[in-house]
């Protein structure tokens, strides 16, 4: 009579196996998959990070290697978007490429902002390859205080 092994370790981790799918999972969305052709890269860009106080909302995005003739910024009611190209340094020339991750072309990102702003007063500048885009606050939306009168 043959005896088969049930377990190879006899207190097995529940929760082994979904810690390796989790690891995995890691691994083809840090770009890993890509190495080998099995999945394209999914990126979100550019990267954006929101901020606010109590009279402006600050909008910062990664544009490295933007020309900032090549963007365009729009706001359409709550929505701003971000629109631009990253052109080629290499464009026109026969490169052979062991690995490339910087990506070029047009992209678009699209953001709801937090609060109404005041469309007359925005400001966009680039310094370094990350752009700041001041909005101020709409005055309907600006916190305001109000005296107790004391009758």
């Not at 026969?94 to 925005?122: D, M």
């Amino acid at each position: 009579m043959a005896i088969i092994r049930f377990m190879d370790r006899p207190f097995h981790n529940p929760w082994a196996d979904f810690e390796k799918m989790r690891r995995e999972m890691e691994r083809l969305s840090s770009g890993g998959a890509d190495d080998y052709g099995f999945l394209p890269r999914v990126t979100v860009y550019p990267a954006i990070n929101i901020s606010e106080d109590e009279n402006t909302v600050l909008v910062r995005a990664e544009v490295p290697g933007v020309d900032p003739a090549d963007l365009d910024i729009s706001i359409e009611g709550e929505t701003l978007t971000i629109k631009g190209e990253r052109k080629s340094s290499t464009a026109g020339q026969k490169h052979s490429y062991h690995r490339r991750e910087i990506e070029t072309g047009r992209f678009s990102r699209a953001v709801t902002l937090p609060t109404k702003i005041n469309l007359e007063k925005i400001e966009a500048k680039t310094l370094d390859g990350l752009m700041t885009i001041t909005l101020p606050k709409a005055e309907e939306v600006k916190p305001r205080k109000i005296t107790v009168r004391v009758d």
